[in-house]
């Protein structure tokens, strides 16, 4: 009798190994996303970041992309409570929260790329912002920077001074500290309610960033767009993770996904905002959307605005433990060093 129990008990322990080995290999990161199909984080960024993940680990571990599982601002919630493995988050949705995150949102009336934007992000989050803890309960696999946001309206304008009295969509963070000093009124609401809201008359506009023309189909509701070199503003993104799906991988593929993350995944992420804002400003131009340069005089007095803002900002991310001054500055020499970096575009995988 003790052979067979021995056998037995030797099947069992070849069965578990078996199973646990299927449990690994089979492994899936269920993303939950919000946005439309057809944004470029769905076309562009999930499909790229499963090719590379897929690529990393032999196919042990996959992602799956599941559409409206809850509303923008929940999406940390959702994956801190283990409903969906990753996602991507607006820090601006989540008002209170983030404070150290404002830090690349404020306009420097300079050109440069959200690819290069949010690598320098990334890296900057990294040696400066993460102590703040302001994701707790999540982990963060990547940081993003959105393109230039401008101003939206129904009617065309051509000076900051039309906008007074004015309701515009904000989204929070520093676009909200802006329509404050603009006289704008601001209304809360996420990009993907702007077209209803303005189509209903409840906004007269939106602050939204040049691929929201397509993206969110504001080229219809409000086709006039006045610009700034730089943006009125930039978007602060992060996308996370929960940190218990680490324990269905083993440490060779969590190294591997972690690999093809970070720095990685936050260049696509802003590549991909690059290329949306190059479509939605084509999407614009072909449907008799009208482009707005600021004159000088509201530029000087937009960097007047600005500096009071940083200058509050850095005063309020003390209590967080984060040195602003220094901060900031790394966060411009990393977007000059990333700027002599190659393109991602080569490596991405789009539909």
Do not use: C
Request: hydrophobic share 45%.
């Amino acid at each position: 009798m003790k052979q067979p129990a021995r056998l037995l008990a030797g099947a069992i322990a070849v069965s578990s190994m078996a199973f646990s080995m299927s449990a690994l290999a089979q492994a899936t990161i269920t993303v939950s996303t919000w946005g439309g199909p057809n944004h470029g984080v769905n076309t562009i960024v999930w499909p790229t970041w499963k090719a590379w993940i897929e690529e990393a680990t032999d196919d042990r571990v996959t992602v799956e992309v599941v559409h409206d599982m809850g509303p923008p601002p929940a999406q940390m919630e959702m994956v801190a409570d283990g409903i969906a493995d990753a996602s991507w988050i607006f820090h601006a949705h989540m008002a209170g929260r983030f404070l150290a995150t404002q830090l690349p949102e404020f306009p420097t009336f300079e050109e440069f790329s959200s690819e290069d934007a949010s690598a320098a992000y990334w890296h900057t989050h990294q040696e400066y912002l993460q102590q703040a803890n302001e994701h707790r309960g999540v982990d963060v696999v990547a940081m993003g920077v959105h393109g230039p946001g401008q101003i939206f309206t129904r009617d065309q304008i051509s000076s900051i001074d039309e906008l007074a009295g004015k309701r515009l969509r904000v989204g929070g963070g520093v676009m909200s500290g802006l329509a404050e000093a603009m006289s704008v009124t601001g209304v809360a609401i996420p990009p993907t309610g702007t077209y209803e809201a303005a189509s209903q008359g409840v906004v007269d506009g939106a602050m939204l960033t040049l691929e929201s023309l397509r993206s969110f189909r504001v080229a219809e509701v409000a086709p006039h767009t006045l610009t700034v070199d730089g943006g009125f503003y930039r978007g602060s993104f992060a996308i996370v993770m929960n940190p218990m799906f680490w324990d269905q991988v083993s440490d060779e593929d969590r190294a591997a996904i972690e690999n093809v993350s970070g720095e990685r995944l936050s260049r696509l992420f802003g590549y991909m905002m690059d290329v949306s804002d190059q479509r939605g400003v084509e999407f614009g131009e072909e449907n008799g959307a009208t482009f707005t340069q600021a004159s000088e005089k509201d530029i000087d007095h937009l960097r007047g605005v600005s500096s009071n803002l940083l200058d509050a900002w850095s005063e309020s991310v003390k209590s967080r433990d984060v040195d602003a001054p220094a901060a900031l500055a790394f966060f411009h020499e990393q977007l000059v060093n990333e700027a002599a970096e190659e393109s991602i575009a080569a490596s991405v995988v789009s539909n």
